[in-house]
């Protein structure tokens, strides 16, 4: 309980803290011990949710009664097919540093409706740039900008979000997931090589995290999704099903249901593990 406290003061002083805009004070700060949560729901922070792995996630933990704040570059859709609304959606391009504080303070305010407690944040959104005609980008000609992008959405909005939301993280005694890829720990024959290093980096940096986070209640894992049935597969990928043990994609559903249960109670103890879905293609 002290090391936790002692957890949340540290990072009162992180610069990421204090680029959040509009004065948001934190929630215990604005909140009484005595207040009583309006939402008892527990609540999960994902990034990426209007399709793919994101959507399937936000439907799975939905249908668990969880609170799900979603994040992404889209306006809140009126039609998304979970119970949500507008309340549960921030408009954020994570590839905008600034944007990212503004959206952690966002994200903040509305956490008071469950008490300034997080039980879940997913860094799931990324970006894979490709060449003409899908063709990979390699580490010879891909640009620098393309390389900045990529590393400000796939690596520094994570860490950037994690950061900002310690402290109801820790209140929570809550977990984050972030999505790496197979691809971090292979040269690929579509991924390019900007996407590849963001991924490594970004398992990397969850080793790191789990050492740094786990003093105050805090689990961080990652999963490793290979080819999963979504719209950022190039033309191609059925070549490499061949060779996949399991001789199939992966459905998004299969990753969603991995992610929930890193997040829940069942995974208590495991914390800095990186979890394959892939049917095998690492072995
Ligand atoms: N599919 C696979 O086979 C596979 C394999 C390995 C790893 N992965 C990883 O799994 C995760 C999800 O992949 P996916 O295939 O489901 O991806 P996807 O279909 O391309 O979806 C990407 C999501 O990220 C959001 N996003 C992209 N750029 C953003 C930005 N600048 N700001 C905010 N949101 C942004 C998108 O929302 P908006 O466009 O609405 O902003 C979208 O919801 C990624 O981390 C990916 O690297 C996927």
């Given at each position: 309980m002290m090391v936790r406290t002692l957890g949340a003061d540290r990072l009162k002083d992180d610069p990421i803290r204090?680029?959040?805009?509009d004065g948001?004070?934190?929630a215990s700060d604005t909140m009484s011990d005595a207040a009583t949560p309006a939402d008892a729901r527990p609540t999960l922070v994902l990034t990426g949710a209007s399709r793919g792995i994101g959507h399937a996630t936000v439907k799975r933990f939905s249908r668990e009664g969880w609170r799900v704040i979603t994040c992404s570059r889209q306006d809140f859709a009126a039609d998304c097919p979970w119970p949500a609304g507008p309340e549960d959606h921030i408009k954020v391009d994570l590839s905008d540093p600034e944007d990212v504080g503004y959206a952690v303070s966002e994200i903040r305010q509305r956490l008071q409706a469950n008490g300034g407690k997080l039980q879940a944040l997913v860094n799931n959104a990324a970006i894979s740039p490709k060449a003409g005609k899908g063709a990979r980008m390699d580490s010879i000609?891909?640009?620098m900008h393309v390389w900045r992008d990529v590393f400000q959405v796939n690596f520094f909005a994570p860490i950037m979000l994690a950061r900002g939301l310690h402290q109801e993280l820790a209140s929570a005694n809550g977990a984050i997931v972030n999505v790496t890829s197979i691809v971090g720990s292979r040269v690929h024959p579509f991924a390019g090589t900007a996407y590849a290093t963001s991924k490594a980096a970004l398992a990397s940096l969850t080793r790191e995290m789990a050492a740094?986070?786990?003093p105050d209640g805090?689990?961080?894992n990652a999963i490793a999704p290979g080819e999963i049935d979504t719209a950022i597969l190039s033309p191609g990928t059925e070549k490499i099903v061949e060779q996949i043990p399991m001789r199939r994609l992966g459905k998004t559903s299969e990753v969603a249901d991995i992610i929930y249960f890193l997040c829940s109670g069942q995974a208590s103890y495991v914390n800095g593990a990186e979890i394959h879905i892939n049917g095998g293609q690492h072995v």
């Open positions: 204090r680029q959040i805009p948001a004070a934190f000609r891909t640009p740094d986070f786990g805090i689990r961080v």
